[in-house]
């Protein structure tokens, strides 16, 4: 797991209006010619190798959110960036491994096929290390008030992959229904705790049967846990926060069913949107 950035780090802005910022790769060509990434691959490559310029803060984020462009010489993209030295400490999650956390929440994500999370990386930048994450325009036609409690596929396939990683936060406004209707989700940074922590809006389906999908997506998943993604987690998460994010995956192959809230834990995020 990342340390928080030491004194010797850049200062954090309070601003909601940056300078410009850059670091890793300058541009070597005006903006107008680069294009944006095509494919997942390609984005994790800008994020990994992209001079980051930081355009902006966004006040309403719990921790320290910066927004701004991420370019190499061909690739240009909007991002978010999250360093670790503007986490706010919790009480139930280690302090300074949200970032590792949203990175892990991407891995899983990339590992069901399902893309709920947009590509995100672990990597420096202006204000040490953090987590870098492609920005997603959402669709500004959907009323998110409304689409929450819909029967969208990609909604389903989130109330799934939440209960995977035992997602404490599905707020309203870390759902992004995009314009070619794919859905995403942000903000997975109090995610993976050992104990059960599901909070959120999707409970539409609690109790109700898996689809057959889900469940398959859920068999491999099994297996990946056990194998190269488990290892991979172990880089960001403790042992046993990986047991029981494959105890979780274990006890939805056996009940075949949605999880249902507890009772002993509060079952909607506040504010939920």
């Known amino acids: 797991m990342l340390a928080p950035a030491g004194p010797d780090r850049a200062r954090l802005p309070p601003a909601e209006r940056l300078p410009p910022l850059t670091a890793g790769t300058p541009r070597e060509q005006p903006a107008a010619q680069l294009r944006p990434p095509e494919g ?6 800008l994020l990994l190798e992209g001079g980051i310029d930081l355009e902006g803060r966004m006040l309403d984020a719990s921790n320290v959110t910066l927004v701004g462009t991420i370019r190499t010489a061909e690739l240009e993209a909007e991002c978010v960036y999250k360093p670790v030295a503007g986490e706010r400490p919790l009480w ?4 300074g491994t949200l970032a590792g956390r949203e990175v892990s929440a991407a891995l899983v994500s990339e590992a069901t096929g399902w893309q709920v ?3 995100t990386v672990l990597r420096e930048g202006p204000f040490g290390p953090g987590m870098v994450q492609l920005w997603i325009d959402g669709d500004p036609a959907v009323d998110l008030t409304a689409f929450v409690r819909s029967d969208h596929p990609g909604l389903r396939r989130m109330a799934v992959f939440d209960a995977v990683v035992n997602n404490a936060d599905r707020k309203g406004g870390h759902i992004i229904p ?3 209707g794919h859905v995403y ?3 997975h940074g109090i995610c993976f705790s050992p104990d059960p922590k599901l909070r959120t809006l999707l409970w539409r389906w609690a109790g109700k049967p898996l689809p057959l999908a889900a469940l398959e997506v859920l068999e491999r998943l099994a297996d990946d846990l056990c194998g190269d993604l488990g290892e991979a987690l172990h880089e960001h998460l403790t042992r046993r926060e990986v047991r029981c994010t494959q105890q979780r995956v274990a006890d939805l192959l056996r009940t075949k069913l949605h999880p249902q809230p507890s009772g002993e834990w509060p079952a909607l995020p506040w504010p939920p949107f």
Not at 40 to 45: K, L, P, S, Y
Not at 92 to 95: G, L
């Open 92 to 95: 139930d999650f280690p302090d």
């Open 185 to 187: 989700g942000v903000d």
């Open 117 to 119: 999370v947009p590509p």
């Open 178 to 180: 995009t314009p070619s």
């Open 40 to 45: 997942d691959a390609e984005a994790r490559a």
